[in-house]
């Protein structure tokens, strides 16, 4: 049953996680990438190979589960440039994967949600990067 699977939430409700939905809906985004202080902020396990989420668009409905094939936590200085195409977004670079990135993690919304207005990411931040298949909605 679906339903008693954890949420995976892309972004923030909006067009944003909008975007990443369909991406990962057409098959184009297979890579995601966190902060590690994200789960350590929500006291919240890494994910593993072999978990499995319900990924939900903005209105909550859930549109796809997915499978985690691949974790792994590095310097953000150290990400490469096929983990960022692979992110679905149209990245050619890793400069602009990362600028993108930082855009989003030093905009208001973020700092908000982690409550800390100062916060900015450097070469040693780490992140979680995670790849992902889809499995059909049963």
């Not at 890494?46 to 691949?70: F, M, Y």
């Not at 490469?80 to 679905?88: F, S, T, V």
């Amino acid at each position: 049953m679906t339903e008693a699977l954890p949420v995976s939430e892309y972004a923030f409700p909006g067009p944003l996680r909008d975007a990443l939905v369909a991406s990962i809906l057409r098959g184009e985004k297979t890579t995601t990438t966190s902060l590690r202080l994200e789960y350590e902020l929500e006291d919240e396990p890494l994910p593993r190979v072999g978990d499995r989420a319900r990924v939900i668009d903005s209105h909550g409905r859930t549109v796809c589960i997915e499978e985690i094939t691949d974790v792994r936590e590095v310097r953000l200085g150290d990400v490469e440039l096929r983990h960022a195409m692979d992110e679905g977004e149209g990245y050619r670079s890793v400069a602009e994967w990362r600028r993108r990135h930082e855009a989003f993690w030093h905009g208001d919304e973020y700092r908000d949600s982690i409550g800390d207005p100062d916060f900015t990411v450097d070469d040693d931040t780490v992140v979680v990067l995670v790849r992902f298949r889809v499995q059909p909605r049963s």
